[in-house]
């Protein structure tokens, strides 16, 4: 079939170029006004441009239709409402409530943090484990143990008989490592003292053999997790700082009172004898809620007592 072009007409024609399939511009061509020219001269290499291009048509379309199919799931996971609910009740003790279906384990934190004013750090493990949960007025304790298998608690408990503290919530895998010592502390001056001989082979004293020497002005002993001390006439810095060197923790004694200690204290739990010798300290201590099991990190003495203490036990 002719055409007449009304005016000078332009066309590209496709060719293959060393064998690849994208179409690249071979030439122009220009035909005078009035001169009939035939689609069969511009059609073909047309066809063989677009059958060259089909490949990277595709893959553009493929990919296009892959970026909508994941915003739209985006969108629809955003817009999917989460079924959680955490209450906590505002007198001690402090009962909490919390039914979750679908919630990840880190915003169930998240909400419970921000409502106990505690922070509550969950390990890259467990962030996205999704719990089923209906749990109603059970203490922090109940509540840890069942959001993760292993549970760690810094707190801070004072030896006037008030209720501890929970400070920091560790919760985290199986064979994770241990959350850093202190990380959760308050800055303190306090110092870890190291006791030692540098005397060629020692004799060994009572203490070391696990027995508290009364005839000594001081002896502390810790043994199989038990301490015992003995005190005559000794200032209660010195006293504090025996016994932080015998359990290998920090202690802070600058604001300890002036005041003299004379007691002798039969072995029992470490929190046990501190609370004995007096009332004006504040331990901070790592629970590890599930196995049970306390270690005490730091000893720090606050104001001074209001009198002497002295107690033969």
Wanted: charged fraction near 20%; proline fraction near 8%; aromatic fraction near 4%.
């Amino acid at each position: 079939m002719n055409h007449t072009a009304s005016q000078p007409s332009l066309w590209l024609r496709a060719v293959r170029n060393g064998g690849t399939t994208s179409p690249r511009l071979c030439c122009f061509s220009m035909r005078p006004l009035g001169k009939p020219y035939n689609l069969g001269e511009v059609v073909p290499p047309l066809a063989n441009a677009l059958d060259d291009a089909k490949p990277f048509l595709l893959t553009t379309v493929r990919c296009l239709w892959l970026i909508a199919t994941l915003w739209l799931c985006g969108a629809a996971y955003a817009q999917t409402p989460i079924n959680l609910r955490v209450s906590v009740t505002r007198h001690e003790p402090r009962l909490i409530t919390i039914k979750s279906a679908s919630a990840p384990l880190h915003q169930i934190a998240a909400q419970l943090s921000a409502q106990l004013k505690i922070p509550i750090h969950v390990s890259p493990l467990l962030r996205k484990q999704t719990p089923e949960l209906e749990l109603e007025n059970w203490t922090l304790d109940h509540v840890a143990r069942q959001l993760a298998p292993i549970v760690y608690a810094d707190t801070e408990t004072k030896t006037d008989g008030s209720a501890p503290r929970v400070l920091a919530l560790y919760l985290q895998a199986v064979n994770e490592p241990l959350p850093l010592l202190e990380a959760s502390l308050p800055r303190a001056n306090s110092v870890v003292l190291i006791e030692g001989s540098t005397d060629d082979e020692p004799e060994p004293s009572k203490e070391d053999k696990g027995e508290v020497d009364e005839k000594q002005p001081l002896s502390v002993v810790y043994r199989q997790g038990l301490l015992s001390l003995h005190a005559k006439e000794q200032p209660l810095r010195t006293v504090l700082e025996a016994v932080a060197a015998r359990l290998n923790v920090a202690c802070d004694t600058q604001q300890a009172a002036s005041e003299k200690i004379t007691m002798t204290l039969t072995p029992n739990a470490p929190v046990e004898i501190l609370r004995k010798l007096s009332a004006q300290l504040v331990l901070y201590q790592r629970h590890d809620w599930r196995r049970g099991e306390q270690v005490l990190l730091r000893i720090v003495a606050t104001s001074p007592a209001s009198r002497p203490r002295s107690e033969e036990d």
